[in-house]
């Protein structure tokens, strides 16, 4: 079991990736309940806090340099 650090910000790769095929989300709302933000189409989740820890498998820090796609 990993205690991953996330926040307001952080890219992590879920277990169950998005119908569109992407698995990246954004954390766009952090607290009690946290919504993601799929990266592939911006589709917006609502997610309670325990279910979004459980359903992390990796998260892609700023200091892991592992996020360097162009903005576009
Ligand atoms: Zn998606």
Known sequence: MIA????LGSVVVLKKG???GTNKWEIVRF??????KCLGCGRIV??????L????????????????????
Not at 4 to 7: D, K, S, T
Not at 31 to 36: E, L, Q, V, Y
């Open 46 to 51: 609502l997610i309670d806090r325990p279910t």
């Open 18 to 20: 998005h119908p569109c």
């Open 53 to 72: 820890k459980k359903a992390i498998k990796k998260v892609m820090d700023e200091s892991n340099a592992g996020i360097n796609e162009s903005n576009h």
């Open 31 to 36: 607290g009690a309940d946290c919504k993601i």
């Open 4 to 7: 991953p650090e996330i926040h």
